[in-house]
Structures are given as C-alpha cells and as structure tokens.
C-alpha cells in the first residue's frame, strides 16, 4: 500500500480506502462483508469509510462494522481511521435529517453506540443542507472534536461559497478541515473545477467517491446489466438509465487504452483519479474480494503519458 499525507495534516492515508455505502448492510452477507474488511485491511487498506445512514437498512452498515470491530479488528484500533457521516436521511421527523447542531450531535452519539467505538476518526457533515447556517454545523463539528468525540473533521458535497465559508469557521475554530470529499471519477469532473483546488488551498486533503461511477468504469457493463450487479438491483444507487448508450460507447474505448495499458479498467480508473497530486485517496465500494484485488492492483501503475490523457479526455468528451 501507497500512503500519502492528508493535506497539510500529519495524518496518512492508504490511497486506497474502502467504503461500506453498499453491501455491507443489514440485508447483505456478512460473511461477504467480513471478508472484504478483513482482505482490505491485510492489504494495508487503514482507512474504512461509514456513514450514519449506510445500510440498507440505514445504520445497518455501522452495526455490521462494530460486529467486525469486535471479532476481527479489536486489537487493531489504532491501526485504522475510521470515519462516519450524518446530514442525509436517517429517521423521519425534524432531526433525522440535515445538518442542525441537534441532528449531528444525535446522530454521532448513535452511530458511536452501533459501532462500539469510543471515537471517529473523522467525522464528517455529510452535506450542506440548504437551510441550516454554515456556522451552526461547523460549531457542532469543532464540539465534537473537543468533546473526544472525533479527532479530525471533514466536510463532504459542500457548494463551493458554503465550503469556504466552512473551511474559514473551522480553521477560527482551531479545528480545521483535515478532509474534504467529494464524487470524482472520469465520469464525474465537477470537482476540477473548483472543490479540489479548494481543498488543496486550504490545506485539507481530497478523497474521491465513486471513483469507479458505481461499477460503470468496470469491464461489468460493457456488454449490457448484469444480474447481482449495482445497476439490477433494486436496493442500489445506480440507475439502469445510466447504463446507456454513451456510457458504454465510452467505457468500450477507454477499456482498450486500459488493455494497452496492461491494466483493467477498475484499475486504469482508479490510477486516472489518483493522477492528480491534490487527490490523497480514492474510496472504492466492492461486492467480493476479488473485484479489491483487481482494485488495488491499480497502485501498481500509477503514471499515464501525456498522450494516454489526451486520448482519454477525447473520450470522456465525445456524445456518443
Ligand atoms: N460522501 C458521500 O456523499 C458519498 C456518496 C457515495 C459514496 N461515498 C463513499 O464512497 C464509497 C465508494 O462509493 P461506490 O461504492 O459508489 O464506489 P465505486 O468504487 O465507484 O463503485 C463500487 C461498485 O463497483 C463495482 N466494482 C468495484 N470494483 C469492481 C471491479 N474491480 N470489477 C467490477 N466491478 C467492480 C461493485 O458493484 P457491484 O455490486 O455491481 O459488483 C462495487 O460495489 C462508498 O462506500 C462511500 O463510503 C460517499
């Protein structure tokens, strides 16, 4: 493993991280889930990314990672960063949902008591809600720190202006950034934009989200939706319509450079999003052991030409 430091932090990170949004929840193997952890780790994958609200059904995720805590990783505790989330949907009523002082602080309390931990690693606003005042969730994140709740912050999908606002507060707060994260992948680049250089600027690290779009930078759907994949599943983020006509048209030639390359194009994927320096890790989701193997192989060729960007770029730009 490949680590690397988190901004302008003293924290490493693996640049490869797993996340349990998908299939580690209650409605999944938990032996698929245990052995996905437990292979991660092996591999030197420290950093395990959670949220208050992954499951299905929502939680369920924390509680299948305290289960593993338990049996599996108890001695290993200061050998992992740990991070969990709230902002999004978790219950209905006033505070199960987005990012009031009362909503985070309820929220860690439980996703503390279902993972069995004494503390996050980070924890992160999950999102900018659109109502509640930047100051107010960022004042809840830098109580939580102070309170040994969590050890370092992180800010997730902020809109640009919210984030430099929040970033500011943090920093007032002797409680900085240590992480901003975000989708990123070849075929998502909004970031590029402005929220990576953002990060970067303010001293925070960068870990992509879905860097493989939810599997479509994969070789699984260059013939069509396979049965058990993200997209044909009903309790899955991937729509079926995003496996359309462009998408494949696009992943077919980008898994030819990637034949090239001497790569798949998981890996070719992964090293895309890793090419730039600002980038600290990538968050990859899986649903076996051997799709991680196939992942963390992609830290074996990291460099592209600049021939092989420019190729790459005319791809992702083309309609159809
Ligand atoms: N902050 C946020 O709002 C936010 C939002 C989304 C995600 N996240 C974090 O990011 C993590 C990763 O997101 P993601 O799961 O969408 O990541 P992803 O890496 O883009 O997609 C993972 C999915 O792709 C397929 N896959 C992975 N490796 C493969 C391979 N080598 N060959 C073929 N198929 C492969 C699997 O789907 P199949 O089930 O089809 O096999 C797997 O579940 C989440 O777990 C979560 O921690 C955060």
Known sequence: MIYKYCGKSGLQLPMMSLGLWHNFGGIDSYENARAMLRYAFDQGITHFDIANNYGPPPGSAEITFGRMMKSDFAAHRDELVISSKAGHLMWNGPYGDGSSRKSIMANIDQSLKRTGLEYFDIFYSHRYDGVTPVEETMQALSDIVRQGKALYVGLSKYPFEMGQKAYKI????????????????????????????????????????????????????????????RAAKDSGFLQKSEVNKTVISKITKLNDIAKQRGQSLAQMALAWTLRDEKVTSVIVGASSVAQLEDNIAALNKLKFTQKELKTIDQILLLSE
Not at 183 to 191: F, K
Not at 192 to 199: F, R
């Open 170 to 229: 943090l920093k007032e707060n002797k409680t900085p950034c240590l992480i901003y994260q975000d989708r990123y992948s070849m075929l998502s680049r909004d970031v590029e934009k402005q929220n990576l250089g953002l990060a970067a600027a303010e001293g925070a690290g960068f870990i992509a989200f879905s860097p493989l779009a939810q599997g479509l930078l994969t070789n699984k759907y260059l013939k069509g939706i396979p049965e058990n994949s």
